[in-house]
C-alpha cells in the first residue's frame, strides 16, 4: 500500500513559478510516479510521469514549461512549474503505479494523492 500526500499549491500570477511535491509512505520501489491535473468541468488529465530509473515524459501542454522529479531515497517526487498560465489552474495530483514505466494513461496508476489546488490568475 502506497499512500502519496501533495504539498499545498497556490494562487500565482501568468508567467510566475510554482513547485509542487509529493510525499510517498510505504513502498515505492520499482514505481513510476506521474502528475496529473483536472481543471473544473474536464476530464482528469496526464501532465508528467517519471519511470523508476528517472525517464521522463510530459504532455505537449506542459513540455520546456514543467519539470519532474523524483528522490528516491526521500521517497518524494517534484514538480517545477515554470511560465505558468492561467489554461494550467487545477487541481494536480500525484500518482504512484505498480509499474516502473512511465505512462500516460490514467488506468496505469493505482495510488492517488488527494489533490492540490493550483490557480493561474491572468
Known amino acids: 500500500q502506497i499512500q502519496l500526500v501533495e504539498s499545498a499549491g497556490g494562487f500565482v500570477q501568468a508567467g510566475d513559478s510554482l513547485k509542487l511535491s509529493c510525499a510517498a509512505s510505504?513502498?515505492?520501489?520499482?514505481?513510476?510516479l506521474a502528475w496529473f491535473r483536472q481543471a473544473p468541468g474536464k476530464e482528469r488529465e496526464f501532465v508528467a510521469a517519471i519511470s523508476w530509473m528517472s525517464f521522463t515524459i510530459y504532455a505537449d501542454s506542459v513540455k520546456s514549461r514543467f519539470t519532474i522529479s523524483r528522490d528516491r531515497a526521500e521517497n518524494t517526487m517534484s514538480l517545477q512549474m515554470n511560465s505558468l498560465k492561467p489554461e494550467d489552474t487545477a487541481v494536480y495530483y500525484c500518482?504512484?503505479?505498480?509499474?516502473?514505466?512511465?505512462?500516460?494513461?490514467?488506468?496505469?496508476?493505482?495510488?492517488w494523492g488527494q489533490g492540490t489546488q493550483v490557480t493561474v490568475s491572468s
Open positions: 500518482a504512484a503505479s505498480t509499474y516502473s514505466s512511465a505512462s500516460r494513461e490514467y488506468e496505469d496508476y493505482t495510488y
Open positions: 510505504g513502498q515505492t520501489l520499482g514505481n513510476a
